[in-house]
């Protein structure tokens, strides 16, 4: 059996992404990641990401150099990357959530960092709150 891999990572777009825009990155991320057999979330809140996927490492680590090269975005950040003992996404080739609005106070590993994250501050002193918060919306449907 091979291990699977994760990468989570903040960011911060060069400009806010449309409705329109971030379906159709989500159109082709989904189709591409199911082929290459990867599962994740990823969160956008006031043109600032964080994304977490998982799957085969080789994929895995492709998928990051692609992401490390997007000229869309700036200031990437890994939180974490290495080893997982299961997959902690595997119902979404990519779940999505955009945060503007959303009631956040709610969740649980909630912190105001995430208001903070176009200046990439806090999540890297403690990256697991970055898993708990993307964790958190696998409950809903996305």
Not at 20 to 34: A, F, H, P, V, Y
Not at 69 to 77: A, F, Q, S, T, Y
Request: glycine share 8%; aromatic share 8%.
């Amino acid at each position: 059996m091979s291990s699977i891999h994760s990468v989570v990572y903040v960011s911060t777009a060069l400009r806010p992404f449309s409705t329109e825009e971030l379906s159709t990155l989500l159109e082709r991320s989904r189709k591409r990641n199911g082929q290459a057999g990867i599962t994740g979330m990823l969160l956008y809140k006031d043109g600032c990401f964080m994304q977490a996927f998982e799957g085969p490492k080789g994929e895995v680590q492709r998928l990051h150099a692609q992401i490390e090269g997007d000229p869309r975005h700036r200031n990437l950040i890994v939180l974490l990357d290495g080893p997982i003992p299961r997959r902690e996404f595997s119902h979404w080739t990519m779940g999505f959530k955009e945060l503007d609005g959303d009631n956040l106070e709610q969740r649980s590993g909630f912190s105001d960092l995430l208001n903070t994250l176009s200046r990439n501050t806090g999540f890297s002193t403690d990256p697991s709150l970055a898993k708990r918060l993307l964790l958190s919306f696998t409950q809903q449907p996305v």
